[in-house]
């Protein structure tokens, strides 16, 4: 059972759009963090939300931690090419030790 | 501050012979984690080592195995290698041992098994 769900899997969308991409469990997280990672390379922390309800932005992506901290989105507005990669998202689960669980991932394209 | 690499980045390698993988974490570091991530299974996590002792194993077969060292550096070993190992081997390096505690990823070292 994957403890993390990420949806969609892929997504190919044109340069301009808006995209929410999702990270949901029935457990709960004591942090979660989005990564993006590109083919061949390791995954780059993007964002880290800890508190239930919080809300980040970084330039165009927003992240929303869940109320319950079960669930997570990012959105991307206008999206650009340069946003192509796969999106992760990892969660600490109370009271499980151990490093993170990660989704699967959602590939993301951006077409020009 | 420099990031966490690994070394080598790419290796090839035929069924039956062993492997060893290094990883630097960022100065400070202490605790490293070591990740399989193929295209069928997504990121497996495959042990966790703070102060040269191993503090989390994931679901994996005893041919794999690792060590850190008292600078934090880290290895990962595989030996009797078989076709299913094939993959990109990612480590993690993160402040201090803990599951609230923010990775940072090396660019991995991508293996293939003949």
């Known amino acids: 059972t994957q403890l993390l769900e990420q949806s969609p899997q892929f997504l190919s969308i044109q340069e301009g759009e808006n995209l929410t991409v999702y990270c949901n469990s029935s457990s709960v997280f004591s942090s979660l963090q989005w990564y993006r990672q590109e083919p061949g390379e390791g995954p780059v922390l993007l964002v880290t939300?800890?508190?239930?309800?919080e809300v980040k932005k970084l330039k165009r992506l927003t992240f929303q931690f869940g109320d319950a901290r079960k669930d997570s989105s990012l959105h991307i507005t206008a999206a650009q090419p340069g946003d192509t990669g796969l999106y992760l998202c990892?969660?600490?689960?109370?009271?499980?030790?151990?490093?993170?669980?990660f989704g699967d991932g959602t590939t993301l394209t951006v077409k020009p | 501050k420099a990031g966490v690499t690994q070394t080598p980045r790419y290796l090839i390698k035929t069924r039956g012979q062993q492997v060893t993988l290094s990883c630097s974490p960022i100065s400070g570091h202490r605790s490293v984690s070591w990740y399989q991530q193929t295209p069928g299974q997504g990121l497996q996590f495959l042990f966790e080592?703070?102060?040269?002792?191993?503090?989390n194993k994931g679901n994996f077969p005893g041919r794999f195995s690792g060590r850190q060292f008292s600078n934090s550096r880290s290895e990962m070993n595989v030996s009797t290698l078989e076709l299913g190992d094939s993959a990109l081997y990612l480590c993690a390096s993160s402040l201090a041992a803990g599951y609230t505690d923010t990775q940072y990823f090396g660019p991995g070292t991508r293996l293939t098994v003949l």
């Open positions: 939300v800890v508190t239930g309800g």
């Open positions: 990892a969660g600490a689960v109370i009271p499980n030790a151990g490093k993170s669980t």
């Open positions: 080592y703070f102060s040269e002792t191993q503090r």
